[in-house]
């Protein structure tokens, strides 16, 4: 038997694949990285003794595990260097070097990682290599690495700091100039700056810029490998850059697509200044007057100190760190207080001292103060000498300048005298005192007291009316320009004089008082009955009353008139003082000395009652027949121990020969009021439902009155009361608060009908 054997060759698969990874770059914490911009070759080694052309090895590839996974490849058609390639995932630069046959060649992958490759963290990763040809058929076979690696594409920069002022990372506007330095290194996932992991490829960064809170501040430096920057003195001023918070970030261009990065990393900087929100003057006795900004002390009363709050302007908080503040005294520059404010506080206090020089005797002298610098703390421990820091008073937020008014023994008024002299007028049992009032201005702002003393000449004890007596408050106003001296003896001689005090104790000399040396001697005289009239609007003195027979030079409003009338007697005082009234000119009060005609009918007698130790009011009624345009008049009866007698006008000038209380009576003439027609009382909503909850009362008042509004049922039983003799001024359409169909209680009423009542009194 003859066997034939036939040996054929087998095709079949690539023989063999070879992947070589690339080291990754181990860094300083022992990790390793494949790190952007840096280039790194991966082989794959190709073995297919079958294939018999370029064109039968149609795909090398390599993939490098990822966030997202690299993967390149090429279709190789020959040897070479730098040959194209594609990536189909993930963002690298690639090229590919081929050496050897299409039977055995190894592709060289120069991977190149780019600053927007993504990033992934350390850990075992697999890297994967693989082939494919087309002889016999279809063959890919493929090639694994398990490598310890991440990637890192992006920077940040260590010791990332600010020197000098901004050392604490806060400044103030006015800032001296400071550096920004650090060194830029890989941003590695998971590292910290301790770790100083590795610096940037040498000569990957080309050139680095500072931004400032997301902007191009222009600062670059070309020296990247340790950047330093250089912040010019009141950059943040100069640049009108707000207060607050702001972050540095590092710009850099890059060799390596796409060509820029910023660093991951940031440098906090906060801007911020003191504010002083007040200044005050405490302690030390005086007047204080912050609204208007002034205040009185005496240079000889120990004790004044000055308060000072202030705060952040940003945030508006307290103080960050102990801050000095100065006081200036601009109108002595010698008397300067130091002010401390602690750290977490908004208050400091400390003492002041006197202005030096001082004021000179027996004057006041202003002084304006104002905080010129601020110092020390967080933001204010700039260069104070160099005038970078708070240290101009142009750049200190504060209240507008205290003034301090020093007061040297300085009593009220400028001069000898003290203010000027107008005169006097005596009754039997009272002196008034006229005088020109002091200025209500400074430096007599620290007026406390006008002092009156007085005594019989024949007397060596002086009696004293101060603001403090009672009965003359008035005395404590400075504005005040007159004062009568009551309860004297008719025909006497008084000596008397007035001084002032101010809150400091310091008076005018006797010298400078008033009246003038030689004019202090004055005498009372007898028994007097003076009135005053006055309609509330036009008033009438005694001596408005002296052309009794031309009433109209008297006109009045038709109104209650009201009567003061004023009796000085040398001995007892009335029990009873009544005022009676005529029509002008009727018929007399007296025949004889004894009252005519029926009360109610041919005249009218309104009672007073006593309102001062000489005075008595009361009040002509609006009622009586004669006020409608004519003309009345009226004389005083007073009553002691059941004794009549009447006074008019002239009565205490008239001798006992000639003397006719009615014979000079007190005239007015009764003016009748222009007549309105008033607008109709109306309730501008009478109905009440869910769409219109209120109805409103509105009305019309001829005159001031007094005005109550009530609502009742049906039935006339009052339900709610809106006003209740509230005061209203005359005028038109006056509109009251709604009425919600309420009860006293607050409580819903239930549907039908009710009555709104306005009724008004006349003022």
Same mark, same amino acid.
């Given at each position: 038997?003859?066997?034939?054997?036939?040996?054929? *060759?087998?095709?079949?698969?690539?023989?063999?694949? $070879?992947?070589?990874?690339?080291?990754?770059?181990?860094?300083?914490?022992?990790?390793?990285?494949?790190?952007?911009?840096?280039?790194?070759?991966?082989?794959?080694?190709?073995?297919?003794?079958?294939?018999?052309g370029w064109a039968q090895? #149609?795909?090398?590839?390599?993939?490098?595990?990822?966030?997202?996974?690299?993967?390149?490849?090429?279709?190789?058609?020959g040897t070479g260097t730098n040959l194209p390639v594609t990536v189909t995932s993930g963002i690298v630069n690639a090229v590919a070097d081929i050496s050897g046959t299409y039977n055995n060649c190894t592709v060289t992958f120069k991977v190149t990682f780019r600053w927007d490759t993504p990033e992934s963290a350390f850990g075992a990763k697999t890297i994967i290599g693989s082939a494919t040809t087309t002889y016999p058929a279809n063959n890919t076979k493929t090639d694994s690495r398990s490598v310890n690696y991440g990637v890192c594409s992006s920077f940040q920069i260590l010791n990332f700091a600010q020197d000098g002022v901004a050392a604490d990372g806060m400044i103030n506007p006015w800032h001296d100039s400071f550096n920004i330095t650090g060194v830029p290194v890989y941003n590695v996932p998971g590292a910290t700056l301790s770790d100083s992991i590795e610096t940037i490829y040498s000569g990957e960064i080309t050139n680095t810029l500072l931004y400032r809170s997301g902007n191009n501040t222009?600062?670059?430096?070309?020296?990247?490998?340790?950047?330093?920057?250089?912040?010019?003195?009141?950059?943040?001023?100069?640049?009108?850059?707000?207060?607050?918070?702001?972050?540095?970030?590092?710009?850099?261009?890059?060799?390596?697509?796409?060509?820029?990065e910023y660093s991951s990393n940031t440098l906090s900087i906060n801007c911020d200044e003191v504010e002083v929100t007040s200044i005050e003057f405490i302690n030390g006795g005086g007047i204080s007057n912050p609204p208007l900004h002034y205040y009185y002390r005496s240079v000889t009363q120990p004790g004044t100190q000055v308060s000072i709050t202030a705060r952040m302007r940003n945030g508006l908080g307290p103080m960050v760190g102990n801050v000095t503040f100065i006081l200036e005294n601009i109108t002595n520059p010698n008397d300067d207080a130091t002010i401390v404010i602690a750290h977490g506080q908004t208050t400091g206090i400390a003492n002041l001292n006197f202005p030096n020089p001082l004021p000179s005797a027996h004057t006041t002298q202003s002084n304006t103060y104002r905080i010129k610098q601020i110092s020390g703390g967080t933001y204010g421990g700039d260069d104070i000498i160099n005038g970078n820091g708070q240290n101009v008073a142009s750049r200190i937020q504060q209240p507008v300048n205290p003034i301090i008014y020093w007061d040297n023994e300085d009593p009220p008024g400028s001069g000898t005298p003290f203010t000027a002299w107008i005169g006097h007028s005596a009754t039997a049992d009272s002196l008034t005192l006229n005088w020109q009032p002091l200025a209500n201005a400074d430096p007599d702002?620290?007026?406390?007291?006008? %002092?009156?003393?007085? %005594?019989?000449?024949?007397?060596?004890?002086? %009696?004293?009316?101060?603001?403090?007596?009672?009965?003359?408050?008035?005395?404590?106003?400075?504005?005040?320009?007159?004062?009568?001296?009551? $309860?004297?003896?008719?025909? %006497?001689?008084?000596?008397?004089?007035?001084?002032?005090?101010?809150?400091? $104790?310091?008076?005018?000399?006797?010298?400078?008082?008033?009246?003038?040396?030689?004019?202090?001697?004055?005498?009372?005289?007898?028994?007097?009955? *003076?009135?005053?009239?006055?309609?509330?609007? #036009?008033?009438?003195?005694?001596?408005?009353?002296?052309?009794?027979d031309q009433p109209n030079l008297r006109p009045v409003r038709k109104t209650n008139l009201r009567v003061k009338v004023f009796i000085i007697s040398a001995y007892n005082l009335p029990d009873t003082v009544n005022i009676l009234v005529r029509p002008y000119p009727g018929t007399d009060f007296l025949s004889g000395g004894v009252l005519q005609g029926v009360e109610g009918i041919d005249y009218y007698r309104f009672s007073t009652i006593k309102t001062a130790s000489n005075e008595w009011t009361g009040y002509i009624q609006e009622q009586i027949p004669w006020m409608n345009g004519n003309s009345i008049k009226f004389i005083i009866e007073t009553i002691l121990n059941n004794v009549h007698t009447y006074s008019d006008y002239n009565s205490e000038s008239e001798t006992p020969a000639t003397a006719n209380p009615d014979d000079q009576p007190f005239t007015v003439s009764i003016q009748t009021p222009t007549q309105f027609t008033p607008w109709p009382t109306r309730i501008l909503n009478n109905v009440i439902d869910d769409n219109h909850p209120y109805a409103y009362p509105a009305y019309y008042l001829t005159d001031d009155a007094y005005v109550t509004i009530t609502v009742y049922d049906i039935k006339g039983r009052p339900v709610s009361k809106i006003l209740d003799t509230a005061f209203r001024k005359g005028g038109q359409n006056i509109k009251e608060n709604g009425w919600a169909g309420v009860n006293k209680a607050n409580k819903k009423l239930g549907v039908g009908l009710y009555y709104i009542h306005i009724y008004a009194k006349r003022a």
């Open positions: 038997m003859l066997l034939a054997l036939s040996f054929n *060759r087998a095709h079949s698969t690539i023989a063999s694949i $070879g992947l070589t990874p690339a080291n990754p770059t181990t860094l300083s914490n022992g990790l390793s990285y494949y790190l952007a911009g840096i280039t790194y070759s991966f082989t794959v080694n190709v073995i297919d003794p079958d294939i018999s090895l #149609t795909d090398v590839r390599l993939t490098i595990t990822n966030a997202t996974n690299i993967v390149i490849f090429i279709n190789p058609s222009g600062f670059n430096d070309n020296s990247p490998s340790d950047i330093s920057y250089t912040i010019p003195p009141q950059y943040f001023n100069n640049n009108s850059l707000p207060l607050g918070n702001h972050t540095w970030r590092i710009y850099a261009a890059m060799q390596t697509a796409p060509g820029f702002r620290d007026f406390y007291s006008y %002092k009156v003393y007085y %005594k019989q000449t024949t007397e060596t004890q002086y %009696k004293i009316i101060d603001r403090s007596t009672s009965g003359y408050a008035s005395l404590s106003n400075p504005t005040t320009g007159s004062v009568t001296i009551t $309860g004297l003896i008719p025909l %006497k001689n008084y000596d008397i004089y007035i001084t002032a005090i101010d809150v400091f $104790g310091n008076e005018v000399q006797i010298a400078d008082a008033l009246p003038p040396v030689g004019q202090r001697t004055l005498g009372t005289l007898a028994s007097t009955i *003076r009135i005053q009239l006055t309609d509330g609007i #036009t008033t009438y003195d005694d001596d408005s009353f002296a052309t009794f």
